[in-house]
């Protein structure tokens, strides 16, 4: 059911904390219940179920945490479609099979988002391992500042402001295009630098976040010196992989970069550094 107020956000964390990094999901969720955030819905168990999908009808937006096997690290951040191929694994629903049954039952389906949690020993034991833990961390982070982006767009509307991400990684761009989604941006994307040219040209973002290693290893440099022939004179924003390195091999100021963000990249810095490039 719609809600015409503040945002309704409940965090499911599901998971077994019995097998080690299996319970990084309801970890976070006790870790958010410590901050007592007002308006905030919290709940942990075992695995997801049918009965869920009441929780999901009373809430505007979800983010389901749960521990990843494998994938990209810290955490991988996904938009969540309804899906009514149900399928059981181990007598758990998936998150999908989730947000269907709540769409057929309530005629109501939140903004879902998954946060996959790198985990890494599932064995029959209690705590996480101290990469888990690290990861837990940052992606506790992660939860808090869309809590707190939701609630403030809620509050100041839409920034109206255009950022183009150019990123050959699908899941990069995946994660990158919901946070800046969610404080208010509207963004495009492109995976390769030819794409991200032309997309450019066709948009006209206000910022371009631009991946270093592309098809090449110095295609980032090369679509920026592009962009600033062409014209282009809004910030373009460097993302790299490869740490120190590029501060030797890459001269921003000669490039015009507004700067340069290594990955995994920290998303809170991200949105406090374009919303103060572009006046917001």
């Not at 999901?25 to 999908?53: N, R």
């Not at 509050?155 to 295009?177: F, N, Q, S, Y």
Request: glycine share 10%; hydrophobic share 40%.
């Amino acid at each position: 059911m719609a809600n015409q107020g503040p945002p309704r956000i409940l965090i499911l964390g599901y998971g077994n904390p019995g097998r080690e990094d299996d319970g990084l999901g309801p970890e976070i969720v006790e870790e958010l219940e410590k901050l007592q955030l007002p308006g905030l819905t919290l709940d942990a168990d075992y695995q997801l179920s049918i009965e869920h999908a009441a929780d999901l009808e009373q809430a505007d937006k979800v983010i389901f945490v749960d521990a990843a096997v494998n994938g990209p690290e810290p955490f991988q951040l996904k938009r969540l479609e309804a899906s009514r191929s149900i399928e059981f694994t181990s007598h758990a629903l998936g998150p999908e099979s989730v947000l269907a049954i709540c769409e057929d039952t309530y005629q109501w389906r939140p903004e879902a988002l998954l946060v996959g949690v790198r985990g890494y020993s599932f064995e029959f034991a209690e705590g996480l391992t101290e990469k888990a833990q690290q990861n837990r961390g940052k992606a506790l982070e992660l939860i808090k500042l869309l809590i707190d982006q939701w609630r403030g767009k809620n509050m100041a509307g839409e920034t109206e402001k255009t950022i183009l991400i150019i990123d050959d990684d699908p899941d990069i761009r995946k994660a990158t295009r919901i946070v800046l989604e969610s404080a208010g941006f509207i963004v495009g994307e492109a995976s390769t630098g030819e794409e991200g040219l032309k997309t450019a040209q066709k948009i006209e973002p206000d910022a371009i976040l631009l991946d270093l290693m592309m098809e090449t290893v110095d295609a980032g440099s090369k679509v920026s010196t592009q962009l600033k022939e062409g014209g282009f004179t809004s910030p373009i924003f460097l993302l790299s992989s490869v740490g120190d390195a590029v501060r030797y091999n890459i001269d921003a100021q000669e490039l015009g970069l507004a700067g340069i963000f290594q990955k995994p990249i920290d998303h809170k810095t991200l949105l406090s550094t374009l919303k103060a490039e572009l006046g917001l």
